[in-house]
């Protein structure tokens, strides 16, 4: 299975990870299962009394805010689609300052409270326009298909109300918001496997087999594109319909499906920095945070290298935001529990370099 590697820590950093790496035979050939004391951890957890895992941070109000996932025990069967992250509320986290303590402000949503979904509240994001705050999030309806859902506060850390349905026309998971310097809002998503991304690629949901990955394409075709919107000034509609981000390599050629280092898996994110569009993501079973670059929001966008190596864990999961004249990357890892489905977020110190290209992260070192 794709999602039961527990205590597992990648050490293909060391390697520089010279294979692909498609099936979870490559992906054990790549990992060492060691003890949690062999590691020296680049940062500790920033909170230590609940699980949580896929950071979206963002400054509002000259504070840090951070909308992570709230992992939880689960007795739900591990499965290729991700069944055990059965995640079910939402916490919101405040920072006066890197370095600071951490406030949790409590449960900002909760899966009761939202109409339209049946489970699994996975990562969401959040957003500020004039006096009124929006936390996007993924859920699964009734039919057991992923789309997002948005909600609204008078408040940055909360509580939420959701809208009675979810975004019309949306799918799959991992939303993220970017403000562009013009006042526009953009919206980014999608994952494959679990994400469902995959089964999306006719325009209507559509699943050829059993397994999550049985719909991708093959190797030698382009790679699964992320998705785009533009939202309309009520922040909660699309305001045209979802468009492709197209990723290329450093030929100018579309990323292909069978890339697993550069290819696109989940957990779109957007920064932008000395008028750079920088378009970040997962690369899923290999378990990278990898960076592409274009010159406008919707792409396309060409792939520049490696922002965090793996983490220890399945899973690998970031934002990226500036606080006052520093930047800084929020992600997540197992240390607390060595549990793949029960994570902890962390931060630390993002570094662009004069050419604009960003200076590699390895979140751990072997004693």
Known sequence: MKYNLVLTVFVANFLLMACNSGSQE?????????????????????VEDLYSADPSAHVFNGKIYIY???????DTKEDDSGAQYDMKDYHVYSMSNPGSSVTDHGVALDIEDVN?????MWAPDAAQKDDKYFLYFP??????????????????????????????????????????????????????????LQKWRTGEYLSTGDS????????????????????????????????????????????????????FFEASWVHKYNGTYYFSYS?????????????????????????????????????????????????????MSGKNYLRNIKMTKLVHNPDGSIQEIKPYTLK
């Open 26 to 46: 490559d992906d054990q050939q790549e990992s060492d299962s060691i003890e949690t004391d062999t590691i020296s951890y680049l940062n500790q957890p920033l």
């Open 68 to 74: 992570p996932s709230h992992d939880v025990e689960s």
């Open 116 to 120: 339209w979904a049946k489970r699994q």
């Open 139 to 196: 859920a699964k309806d009734e039919d057991d298909i992923f789309r997002l859902g948005v909600a609204v506060s008078e408040n940055p850390e909360g509580p939420f109300k959701a809208e009675p349905e979810p975004i019309s026309g949306s799918f799959s998971m991992d939303p993220a918001v970017f403000e562009d310097t013009d006042g526009k809002y953009y919206i980014y998503w999608g994952g494959i496997w679990g994400g469902q």
């Open 212 to 263: 999550p990955y049985d719909d991708e394409p093959l190797d030698e075709e382009p790679a699964i594109s992320p998705q785009v919107a533009i939202l309309k000034d009520n922040m909660l509609e699309f305001g045209e319909s979802p468009r492709n981000i197209l990723i290329l390599d450093e030929s100018g050629e579309p990323i292909k499906a069978g890339d697993h280092d550069k290819r």
């Open 283 to 335: 690369t899923g079973d290999t378990h990278k945070i990898v960076y592409a670059t274009g010159d406008n929001p919707y792409g396309p966008f060409t792939y520049r290298g490696v922002i965090l190596h793996p983490v220890q864990g399945w899973t690998n999961h970031h934002s990226i935001v500036k606080f006052e004249e520093e930047w800084y990357l929020f992600y997540h890892d197992t240390q």
